[in-house]
Nanobody
Framework: VQLQASGGGLVQPGGSLRLSCAFS????????LAWFRQAPGKEREFVAA???????AYSDAVKGRFAISRDIAKNTVYLQMNSLKPEDTALYYC???????????????????WGQGTLVTVSS
């Protein structure tokens, strides 16, 4: 499996960005996909996930501001980020796995396949 994340950049507080993660190398619809992020000096943290069934989960930090979605025809998962805050600044990674269940979808250890990350900077 290969994952290619894109869409990061510099945005002002209150602005929006949409991240994309292109998936290849296997059957997309069998996989659960997730976004994690890692800020400088901090551990990687869960952001959002969408299971192969279509159900979603969000961290408390982004709930109501971010939305994860997927386009099965394009083998792509998206993260729409609105009302961005400086504390959202991080390297954002997409991850994929076929063995995700509700109890594991927020854990980075549950995902075997990872993309290279795309940098999001929220600053005025």
């Amino acid at each position: 499996v290969q994952l290619q994340a894109s869409g990061g950049g510099l945005v002002q507080p209150g602005g929006s960005l949409r991240l994309s993660c292109a998936f290849s190398g296997s059957t997309f619809r069998r996989y659960s996909l997730a976004w994690f992020r890692q800020a400088p000096g901090k551990e990687r943290e869960f952001v959002a996930a969408i299971k192969s069934t279509g159900s979603t989960a969000y961290s408390d930090a982004v709930k109501g501001r971010f939305a994860i979605s997927r386009d099965i025809a394009k083998n792509t998962v998206y993260l729409q980020m609105n009302s961005l805050k400086p504390e959202d600044t991080a390297l954002y990674y997409c991850a994929a796995d076929t063995g995700i269940i509700t109890s594991t979808m927020r854990s980075s250890q549950a995902y075997d396949d990872w993309g290279q990350g795309t940098l999001v900077t929220v600053s005025s």
